[in-house]
């Protein structure tokens, strides 16, 4: 069974659109993190909940809006796609909030936008 | 800001040689990870050390943390074709109740069979 799993894969879409991105983990883990990785693999931090409560929220665009539902899972919307916006955005999880507990990553979303 | 620095950023290597990756960062740390990402998938965790061990080791692989010089080296003995990934560290920064990480931009291993 897949631990952490994002729909979709990929993602084409153009300027202008919104998209969404879902996430699910059925680790039972409380924590739940976005990723956003660049064409040069850097990856940076964009949201963290934990129990359903935002605890991280990096400078974002707020174009970019979490959703957690429930603490299995974590959805990112993101409004008026830009160029910018392309990039693999993972989901990961762990099983509480703190640095001393690995994390779970998903396969990522590719999202290109044209 | 870019909290790891990793060097180097490309390292190819014959089968069965070993492959010493380091990590620097900037201010102090309670835990340091390793994660390995195959091209085109999601992150793997490998080891997680704390800033009061200096040596880890599982299996194949060898983390050492020196928090004086704000370093970390994985060594991976014996290396295999399927060890060709890219290959990450992670520092919480000092704050790790949130576990936000900060991620270095990696070293491209190239394992040749």
């Known amino acids: 069974d897949t631990a952490v799993s994002q729909t979709p894969k990929y993602l084409v879409t153009q300027m202008g659109n919104d998209k969404s991105i879902k996430c699910e983990q059925n680790?039972?883990?409380?924590?739940m993190y976005w990723y956003k990785q660049d064409s040069k693999k850097f990856l940076k931090i964009m949201f963290s909940y934990n129990n359903k409560e935002l605890i991280i929220n990096e400078t974002v665009p707020n174009r970019f809006s979490p959703k957690s539902p429930d603490k299995a899972h974590l959805n990112l919307h993101i409004n008026s796609l830009e160029l910018g916006d392309s990039a693999v955005y993972f989901c990961?999880?762990?099983?509480?909030?703190?640095?001393?507990?690995?994390?779970?990553f998903g396969p990522g979303t590719r999202l290109t936008v044209t | 800001s870019q909290q790891g620095e990793e060097d180097p950023q490309a390292l190819s290597i014959q089968e069965g040689e070993n492959a010493t990756m380091n990590c620097s960062y900037k201010?102090?740390?309670?835990?340091l990870q390793w994660y390995r990402q195959n091209s085109g998938r999601g992150l793997v965790h490998l080891i997680l050390?704390?800033?009061?061990?200096r040596e880890k080791h599982s299996g194949r692989l060898r983390v050492t943390l020196d928090t004086s010089k704000k370093s970390s080296s994985l060594l991976i003995t014996a290396s295999r074709a399927a060890d060709t990934a890219s290959y990450f560290c992670a520092t919480d920064k000092g704050s790790s109740n949130t576990g936000k990480l900060i991620f270095g931009q990696g070293t491209t291993l190239q394992v040749k069979p």
């Open positions: 201010t102090s740390i309670n835990n």
């Open positions: 990961a999880s762990s099983q509480v909030a703190g640095g001393n507990y690995e994390q779970y």
């Open positions: 680790l039972g883990h409380d924590t």
């Open positions: 050390i704390r800033s009061n061990e």
